[in-house]
């Protein structure tokens, strides 16, 4: 497994002006580095700004089509057997939470706790990746890729605006939608942009819609409503055998590189199948212990939760990976693996600070 680099020195130095300029907080030598997103003063315009005009700016929102949102698919489309990403410490999980209320979606086979993130990528464009509720403290803890929250390609930020919504479907937010707080990811991610740390775990204010006046112009009112007692959260393991059985969930939109279109990005999808020890293959994203699960799934479903011991009464399982890349590991210009971050012992921390954290309200 990859360790945290010890630096001393020069590096301390170097690495101490690179974080200074960074909006997150992070030390040397550390795995934690959290980001804020949204500061409660600012949180009730950047609710506005999507719930506003009908859901305007959801609606024209696109998905946001790999690391930087401009993945050169020809990176990473072989895969490789590295026999699995080693356990450093004892498996582990934490159960899973049912939601206090009724779900009227008409897709009763899905969660209520898979939704989209939101937000503005590098260029000011709405974009949109797959999540979902994640178990904590206090029922406030999404999980996601860390490329649908840190901006790779400027290295310097994390995306703009961002909200989760579950159980999204044009432009509605039937069970509320939730304002990121904090972002909080690998510091090998954030600061070095390696994959083989793709994930994030964001704190979300309590719910908020549009008040019982709502025009264009109109505020937003809290619901008062948490996301974990609206939806439930899934559970959390790591450090668990890859060939494990798996349910991957997610929202995939873009067409194939041979431009078939099978998926539009309306509603959650799933996959079911066993990972595999094999990696994809991609210097540039510093990827060499990632895991894979075959799936048809494109572009869109990326920041997913692959889940095991999933429930299909109880609709909850336990996360131990999200959907990082999607691989055409055939060459045959059709995407049909799915790749994750290995979650062991060093995700168990930065999931543990993130899940202890507390939000409230957002006014």
Not at 180 to 207: I, L, M, P, Q
Request: charged share 15%.
């Amino acid at each position: 497994m990859k360790r945290i680099l010890s630096l001393s020195g020069a590096a301390v130095a170097a690495t101490a002006l690179l974080t200074s300029g960074l909006a997150g907080t992070a030390q040397a030598g550390t795995t934690v580095h959290h980001d804020k997103l949204v500061k409660p003063t600012e949180a009730q315009s950047v609710a506005l700004y999507w719930l506003g005009d009908s859901g305007a700016n959801l609606k024209r929102s696109t998905q946001f089509s790999g690391p930087s949102g401009n993945l050169d698919s020809a990176s990473v489309k072989k895969v490789v057997s590295t026999g699995g990403a080693a356990a450093s410490t004892a498996a582990g999980s934490i159960s899973a939470t049912s939601s206090s209320t009724t779900s009227t979606s008409k897709n009763i086979n899905l969660p209520k706790t898979i939704g989209k993130v939101f937000f503005l990528d590098g260029d000011g464009k709405p974009r949109w990746c797959s999540a979902t509720s994640i178990v904590s403290t206090y029922k406030n803890l999404v999980a996601t890729a860390g490329h649908c929250v840190y901006n790779t390609a400027a290295n310097t930020e994390t995306m703009d605006k961002w909200v989760f919504i579950p159980g999204y479907y044009q432009g509605k937010a039937p069970w509320g939608l939730y304002v990121g707080k904090t972002a909080y990811t690998h510091y090998d991610f954030s600061v070095y942009e390696d994959y083989d740390r793709d994930y994030a775990f964001v704190t979300v204010y309590n719910g908020v819609e549009l008040d019982s006046t709502a025009t264009k112009t109109a505020g937003v009112a809290n619901t008062g409503y948490s996301l974990g007692s609206t939806v439930g959260a899934q559970g959390f393991a790591w450090n668990q055998k890859t060939g494990t059985a798996h349910f991957a969930f997610g929202y995939p939109a873009s067409a194939h590189p041979d431009g078939n279109k099978p998926y539009t990005g309306v509603t959650a999808k799933w996959a079911y199948g066993k990972t595999s020890g094999k990696t994809p293959v991609s210097s540039a994203l510093k990827i060499d212990e990632q895991i894979t699960l075959k799936a048809a799934f494109t572009w869109g479903a990326d920041g997913g939760p692959w889940l095991i011991k999933y429930s299909n009464t109880k609709r909850t399982g336990y996360i131990d990976g999200v959907t990082s890349l999607v691989v055409d590991s055939d060459d045959n210009d059709r995407y049909d693996t799915l790749s994750s971050a290995y979650f062991d012992g060093e995700t168990k921390s930065v999931y543990s600070e993130a899940a202890a954290s507390w939000s409230g309200n957002v006014f």
